[in-house]
Structures are given as structure tokens and as C-alpha cells.
């Protein structure tokens, strides 16, 4: 059981009103709004030249590359989950649903976005997606942190930075012949850093008036992480293939640990109780922790196949 109720949260959740009000003034002022339309061939002439470049380049885009691409398709996709997770947490008659409006509104274009390309470009099973979406919609999200506000905000803190760096990593993998979906997710993951920097510089003000409760909530969330997408089916599978890949991996998550201490200040914090204190000793042994794993992981890695209905089943060998 938390220390400190949800309703104690709430009431320190209510006092950043002010500089909540500046960190979405100032995320809006340097905003570059963006739709799928701008990105993408769109014509009213009938004119398909441009699209039908766009689908000869992107025969170049290699499977692993395709997976990646899927998986992020999906988590983006998972948006009603996280919209509805966000006003379980912080409440639908306050301040803060201006950002979870917002904030929404700006995800909704990301998952839109990545589907337009994948349909235009003609890169997968579109029917065997759709299905896989519909699933994870139906199954829902409900990870641990559901409706407690410090959770939620080290999670999406951790999660924004995730996102970011898998949309990277993808356009990585798509490589430099279809430069189309690498300057998209480049675009994406440009927003992801900059969803990343609200969630932390708030958290950051928790800090600095309820640490040992924070402290506490960053030590249960951080350890290991709920990953968005998590209920989608063979979701271990796209991970892995991710992983083997060069794309995002348990390596990126203990890096955003380790900086997320960084920011936060997590092992300068004084003057706390027995539960923070606890709890930022907790933290501080996350990174190493993680590296165990990573190491254990790549001692045990084996040849191995995969095969992904998206892609047609065809089978990637690592
Ligand atoms: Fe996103
Ligand atoms: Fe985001």
C-alpha cells in the first residue's frame, strides 16, 4: 500500500496549476503542427504518379524493419487506453485535462500518420494489422499504475522517451531508401521528446514538494515497465525481433532509467524517511540490475526464427 493516498497526490497535483499552465504555453508556442496530408501523397487530381514512387521505394524496406514499424503502428493505435488512463489519473474537472486533450489530440496524429504510409505503401497484410489492433482495443490496458497520479507520471515520463527512441531506431532500420516514413517517424519522435519533457518537468515538481511519496511511486513503476502495446498478440515476439534487430531494447530502457535519475536528482535528494530513502536506494540499483539482465539475455541468445502474419508470415532467421 502507497504512503501516501491518491487523494494527498491530488491535492499537490492541484498546486503546480501555475506552472502547468506555462509548460503547455510554452510546448504550444514551439509546436510545429503537422497533419498527414502534409507528409504524404494525397492528390484530388487522380494524378498516382507520386504514389506509385512511393510504393516502388518502399518495396526497399527490409521485414525486421516492417515489424518494428507494426509494433509502433499498434501502440500508437492504443491511444483510448492511454487517453482514458490519463483521466483516470488526474481527473476529467480540473486544469490538467487541457493537457490530456491536447496531449491526445497530438498522439492521435502519430498513429494516423504511420497507418496512412503503411496502407499507401503497401507493406503489409493490412487485414491481419486491423485485427491485431482490434484485439489489443478490446483486451484493454490496465497496468498497476491505473489511477495513481505519481505513477502515471513516472510511467509516461519513461514511456514518451521510449516511444521516441523506437521511432528513431525504426527509421534506422528503414535505411535510406525510402527517406518518405524516415522523415515521418523522425517528425514523431520529435513530439515524443518534447511529450517526454513535460512529464518529466512535472514530475520533477513533485519531487520538490512530496519527495519520499514520489520516490516511492518512482521505485515501484521503474523496475520494469508496463510497455505500451503489451496485450498486443506476440508482442515477446516483436520485441525480440526488434531487439536482434538494432532497434529499441531492454539497452534503451536502462539508458532512460539512467537519465530520468539524472534529471529527477534522484540520489542528491535529502533529508528523506525511511519509505524515501528506501526507495531512492531502490532506484539508484535499477540501472545495474538491468544490465544483469541485458547480459543474461545476450549470453542465452540463440539462432532462432520468426514469422509474422503482417508481414505475410514470411520468416526472419537471426
Ligand atoms: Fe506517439
Ligand atoms: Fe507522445
Known amino acids: 500500500m502507497p504512503t501516501v493516498s491518491v487523494a494527498s497526490q491530488i491535492e499537490v497535483l492541484s498546486e503546480l496549476e501555475p506552472i502547468v499552465e506555462s509548460l503547455i504555453a510554452s510546448h504550444e508556442e514551439k509546436r510545429v503542427l ?12 487522380g494524378d498516382t504518379t507520386e504514389l506509385q514512387a512511393l510504393r516502388e521505394r518502399a518495396k526497399s524496406i527490409p521485414d525486421n524493419a516492417r515489424v518494428s514499424l507494426a509494433l509502433n503502428l499498434m501502440t500508437e493505435e492504443g491511444l483510448p487506453h492511454f487517453h482514458r488512463l490519463l483521466a483516470q489519473a488526474f481527473g476529467t474537472d480540473s486544469f490538467w485535462t487541457k493537457w490530456n486533450f491536447l496531449w491526445t489530440a497530438e498522439e492521435d496524429r502519430h498513429g494516423n500518420i504511420i497507418r496512412d504510409y503503411c496502407r499507401d505503401a503497401n507493406i503489409f497484410d493490412f ?8 484485439e489489443y482495443l478490446q483486451k484493454g490496458f490496465m497496468p498497476s499504475w ?6 502515471t507520471f513516472v510511467y509516461t515520463s519513461a514511456q514518451e522517451r521510449a516511444t521516441q527512441i523506437s521511432h528513431e531506431a525504426t527509421a534506422k532500420l528503414i535505411g535510406e531508401n525510402e527517406p518518405t516514413i524516415a522523415k515521418i517517424l523522425k517528425r514523431i519522435a520529435t513530439e515524443e521528446a518534447r511529450h517526454f519533457v513535460f512529464y518529466m518537468t512535472v514530475f520533477k515538481e513533485i519531487l520538490k514538494r512530496d519527495a519520499n511519496a514520489a520516490l516511492e511511486a518512482a521505485s515501484e513503476v521503474l523496475p520494469s515497465i508496463d510497455m505500451p502495446g503489451v496485450s498486443i498478440k506476440n508482442f515477446a515476439e516483436y520485441a525480440e525481433v526488434i531487439t536482434r534487430s538494432g532497434g529499441y531494447s531492454l539497452n534503451d530502457y536502462k539508458i532512460i532509467v539512467e537519465q530520468l535519475i539524472a534529471q529527477w536528482k534522484v540520489d542528491a535528494l535529502t533529508g528523506l524517511n525511511d519509505i524515501g530513502s528506501k526507495a531512492q ?10 544490465e544483469k539482465i541485458i547480459q543474461h539475455f545476450e549470453r542465452r541468445l540463440k539462432a532462432k526464427s520468426f514469422r509474422f502474419d503482417v508481414i505475410f508470415n514470411r520468416t526472419l532467421s537471426f
Open 34 to 45: 503537422w497533419f498527414s496530408s502534409d507528409l504524404l501523397p494525397y492528390s484530388n487530381s
Open 127 to 134: 487485414k491481419a494489422l486491423e485485427q491485431a489492433q482490434f
Open 146 to 151: 491505473t489511477g495513481n497520479p505519481y505513477k
Open 281 to 290: 536506494e531502490k532506484i539508484m540499483a535499477i540501472p545495474a540490475r538491468l
